[in-house]
């Protein structure tokens, strides 16, 4: 019996996606939840796996066309046996010789990975710049000695939206940005005293991020004004805080949200954070996993990033920018001493939220993350 492969829901506002490859072709063998092909949407790249054994009989629609939630892309016949037919991901090597001979100037690259492990929750937290990702699906050419070339590759429909996205904040708020350093000191005791307990106990490491993540929900509670966006001629609060973790990945920029974070202690922070950058790491992420987050942080200390300025992400009126962590001789009780500073950076729209607010906002990260004893260690 023919069994349908039909494209999975891509969440409310998502209306079509692209195919971007099968994974298996006509005539191939495939058990349950074998993935069978890549979709992407404007928000994000989905597998659409098999719900029955059988082999791939038919595929109705072909790499980038056009598809819908529900429309059927192709068949599984239950009770087929595999063709003996070549699938087409193993043709002899004299087309794959020939394709070559066709373009003598491009030479063989090695696949680009991102730099960094995309898990945010251990020592690092995440990274926020669009750009610092190649955004094509494919690597960009590399610099050579031999000519001048350019290659054109069509924007991912994800970079697209990206795209849009940010520009559209560009155009809609009225964005400033406000800066001050914290001391990691107190925080880098915890995590040297009771990480070790901590893993013991709750089996996920004692990260930096869910210190922020507390840190920010404990400013939120302050001011409100922050975890509000503006709808029309509304404004919109919240009694929760759903923060938006800003991950770049080889396809683009996502931001799961992890919800009600200010009701979680720190070990189901890194738990959550966890979980959702695994299945970043996985393509595992569902439409909804990107919805509704009401603020966000980012980070570009990962990659060395010293001071930059975070763009909002819309509808929200804040974004926390998180940054490289150095040594630097500071200042305390009239001596000089070394210890562990990182620049912040609070991003938010002067529409809704005045310039005292938002400095004041930092200030209260500021003061968590330097005096942590009052976040929930739960040992």
Known sequence: MEIE???PS???SETEATLIAWLKQEGEAVAVDDVLAEIESDKIT???TALDAGVLTRLLKKSDDVVAPGEV???IDDSAQPSATTPLSAQPEAVAEAEVEAAPLQQPEPEVKPAVNER???EE???AEPDIVAPASRPAPMLSGEGRHQERVPMTRLRRRIAERLKSAQNTAAMLTTFNEVNLQAVMDLRSRYGAAFQEKHGVKLGFM???VQAVCHAASKYPALNAYIEGDEIVYHDYVDVGIAVSSDKGLVVPVLRNAHRLSLAEIEKGILNLSGRVRSG?????DLKGGTFSITNGGIFGSMLSTPILNPPQSGILGMHNIMKRPVVENDTIVIRPMMYLALSYDHRLIDGADAVRFLVSVKEALEFPASLNLDI
């Open 284 to 288: 595992g992420l569902s439409p909804d």
């Open 125 to 127: 937290p995440v990274e």
């Open 5 to 7: 492969i039909k494209v």
């Open 46 to 48: 989905m597998e659409i």
């Open 210 to 212: 869910s210190f922020f």
């Open 73 to 75: 892309i192709g068949y």
């Open 10 to 12: 891509l969440g409310e």
């Open 120 to 122: 945010v929750a251990a």
